[in-house]
């Protein structure tokens, strides 16, 4: 079974720009999270997605956007880009219970410059 | 909220010892999920070992077991025997029954020295 994929791997943009990472979870997955990964505030949850629903929510501001499509792909955009921005961006997913581990992707590393 | 400490930022062990990585959780819930991911230096996390709080026995796989104190609100990682491919960042994460999401501590990067 092929894992959690995600496209870019690495993006480079510009203060103000707007950017969409995208994350195909593993099949029969309905459940996909997004993640960002700083060195200085670690792994902080961005939200969930559940049959095309947000499920749950992190405190990000509004600038920070996701979607999921009927085949549970889920796209993550980010708007006005701030150099703040700069992160390495983990989508996950798993099946649905709480006893489910999150399968990680290898994640979109976003420079903002 | 939940939160989830490492004491811990970096640890080595050598080759073939025994090294145990501390994790921490605050939570006034009485039933919850506890996992241990480990993400290597090419970056895709994978789980190590999960416990159901409910369960008084700790967790094993294989090398890996964890050392869950309920009361003291402690979930440890304990790796026997380790190997170079041991080395990475150590997270330890708590998932509420309440919420769907996880709450990842801030890791531990692990070095094994041969």
């Known amino acids: 079974k092929a894992g959690v994929t995600q496209t870019p791997r690495y993006l480079i943009k510009t203060r103000g720009q707007q950017v969409t990472l995208s994350c195909s979870p593993i099949?029969?997955?309905?459940?996909v999270s997004w993640y960002q990964q700083t060195p200085g505030q670690g792994l902080q949850f961005l939200f969930e997605?559940?049959?095309?629903?947000?499920?749950n929510k992190g405190n990000f501001p509004g600038r920070f956007s996701g979607r999921q499509f009927s085949n549970s792909r889920s796209e993550m955009n980010v708007s006005t880009l701030e150099l703040g921005d700069s992160a390495l961006y983990l989508c996950?997913?798993?099946?649905?219970?709480?006893?489910?581990?999150?399968?990680f992707g290898p994640g979109t590393r976003l420079t903002v410059t | 909220a939940q939160t989830v400490t490492q004491s811990q930022p970096e640890m080595s062990v050598q080759e073939a010892e025994t090294v145990t990585l501390s994790c921490t959780y605050d939570t006034s819930e009485s039933d919850y999920y506890l996992f241990w991911y480990k993400q290597p230096p090419s970056r895709q996390m994978i789980l190590v070992i999960r416990q159901e709080a409910y369960k008084q026995q700790n967790a094993t796989e294989n090398r890996f077991s964890v050392n869950f104190q309920k009361a003291a609100k402690s979930f440890s990682l304990k790796i026997s025997d380790s190997q170079l491919g041991d080395a990475a960042m150590y997270f330890c994460a708590y998932r509420s029954p309440y919420g769907q999401n996880f709450v990842f501590g801030p890791g531990t990067r692990l070095s094994v020295l041969p």
């Open positions: 997605y559940f049959s095309e629903t947000q499920r």
């Open positions: 099949s029969g997955h309905r459940s």
């Open positions: 996950a997913s798993s099946l649905e219970g709480l006893i489910y581990e999150q399968y």
